[in-house]
């Protein structure tokens, strides 16, 4: 009769490190009434809707910021008919600016937009997640008086949801890699917050921190997660 750990709630609480959670780790992987028992214990809300980035402006904004570029647009003046008089720039310079400001207003409108809407896609592909019977969320460690940058969320058929609390610094990216007997390979960057990626056949997943281009291992790594044994 398979032994199950006694200090599961401990583990499904964080309380545990190092060499006692590794072990729990690897039994909770392959131990389908574990990680039961781990979902209920764990707050699952708590750990990976927490972990997305505050929601962008509203589709408010858009009439807002229009309403602000319009108010922004100089009125046109008329030319001055007088003599001597130095030359003026003609009336349609002034419809030109303020056509820019307007274009420029409506993009940066429209960008916060298309951002808002990305989100609001991503939280909802997190709330499917957490509605399923079959997903334990494993929150990435977080560093001494800080909080964790994400989580990774593990369904039974191996394929996982990575969930971070911000977008990676400028310049770099957040990657998820599968972890086997045979090293790390690489399965997909974040574009934004939040990445599916299929992870079936590894013992782990791991999500860095990586420079913007292709790297042979993990270069930071931030956490892991098991994945399910096959059956």
């Known amino acids: 009769m398979t032994e199950h750990p006694h200090d599961l709630h401990a583990f499904a609480l964080g309380d545990l490190t190092g060499a006692a959670e590794a072990a729990v780790a690897r039994h909770v992987a392959g131990c389908a009434r574990c990680r039961r028992e781990v979902r209920r214990l764990r707050s699952e809300h708590a750990t990976a809707v927490d972990a997305l980035p505050p929601v962008a402006p509203s589709a408010g904004a858009r009439a807002r910021a229009l309403a602000a570029a319009r108010a922004a647009m100089p009125e046109p003046r008329a030319p001055v008919r007088a003599s001597p008089q130095p030359r003026r720039s003609p009336v349609w310079a002034g419809w030109a600016v303020a056509a ?132």
């Open 100 to 231: 820019i400001v307007a274009a420029t207003s409506i993009g940066v409108a429209w960008e916060r937009q298309v951002a808002w809407r990305a989100s609001e896609g991503d939280r909802a592909l997190v709330a499917g997640w957490l509605t399923r019977d079959d997903v334990t969320t494993w929150p990435l460690p977080a560093a001494a008086g800080a909080r964790s940058p994400g989580s990774v969320m593990v369904a039974d058929d191996g394929v996982v949801l990575v969930v971070m609390r911000a977008p990676a610094p400028a310049g770099s990216a957040y990657r998820a890699w599968g972890v086997g007997p045979e090293g790390a390979t690489a399965l997909a960057d974040v574009p934004r917050t939040v990445v599916r990626t299929a992870a079936s056949g590894f013992d782990q997943i791991v999500v860095s921190l990586e420079p913007r281009r292709a790297t042979s291992s993990p270069t930071d790594p931030l956490g892991a997660a098991p994945l399910p044994s096959a059956p």
